[in-house]
């Protein structure tokens, strides 16, 4: 071989090399989350940390959820859906066991609030963050404002009130006001919570599950129904706003993490789980969401106002008031038809 050759072989050799990195792709995680629901730093973190890249796509209702991976959306490895969705889709054989030998911060994990889940062994699920629906109001335009399901009946506030577009919740609301369970079945009580939210409707700009924040934040709307966590957050950078569970009471829901049954990330999916669970990455990402991560190792790393504040640690009385809303297997029907008459009604 001739001195002369030699540049040109370099460049093949270095060719060579950088088409093989090129191969060398990044695992991806893929994720199906609410929106706003995690501190994108920590993503950042974790992505760095396990030499992979996070994608993260996000759903607005368990219903939107769960219609999109039964009509065959594939390619999940992480889905955060709500306690009772989560019993659903076990249930059907949507999602797979978890490793427990990978989840050592499961130890980690409030007991406490087991009341609110059925997977109390975290067989399919772990218990993401608790969250409460509840009213945010503008305290300038409702100064003496009693937290209560009833203002959406005020005419005087037509057309600058939400509630959320969400079976169940919205369901569960008037039916907390007459004093019935979240998960009855009972047809007269249904009849009765269908016909009340009938009548609030009429006064509501709409249903709907997103805007909503923006628009308290901004004086569009003031009276919404919304989640803790996501008005807390308009709090933060509002301090007109306020949020409350209603003196009727409302629903907890513990929102989980799954590894659906056709994940391909297994073990990213398992690694992200406990990432999520280190105390000091479960304080900080509470302190963004202003959820309650159940996280017992977590709570003494939190600033004593969050520690003191009753949107996030429940005090008892407004636990004992509240529900959380459960499958209701074939009696869910009941509910899609009072539903589907509420958006009917003109």
Known sequence: MSIASLPRLLSIVMLGVL???CHREKPVLHVYNWADYIKPELVQRFEQAHGCRVVVDTFDSNEAMYAKLKAGAAGYDLIYPSA???????QQGMLQPLDHQR???????????????KDTAYTHSVPYMISYTGLGWRKSKLPDFTPSWRVFERADLKNRMTMLNDMRETIGAGLKTLGYSMNTTDDAQLAAARDLVIKWKHNLAKFENEQYKSGIA??????????SGDVMQVIGENADVAFAVPVEGASVAC???????DAKQVALAHAFINFLHDPKVAAEN???TCYLCPNRAAYPLLPQEMRDNPNIFLTPAVKAKSETI?????????YIKVWDAIKAAE
């Not at 209701?328 to 009941?334: E, N, T, V």
Request: charged share 15%; net charge negative.
């Open 286 to 288: 509470m302190e963004f």
């Open 84 to 90: 009772y969705m989560m019993d659903i889709m076990q």
């Open 19 to 21: 088409a093989a990195g």
């Open 103 to 117: 989840l050592p911060n499961l130890a980690n994990l409030d007991p406490e609030w087991h009341a609110f889940i």
């Open 218 to 227: 901004s004086g569009e709307f003031t009276v919404v129904q919304g989640y």
């Open 326 to 334: 459960w499958d209701l297997g074939p009696s869910q029907a009941k």
């Open 255 to 261: 929102d989980v993490m799954a590894i659906p049954k």
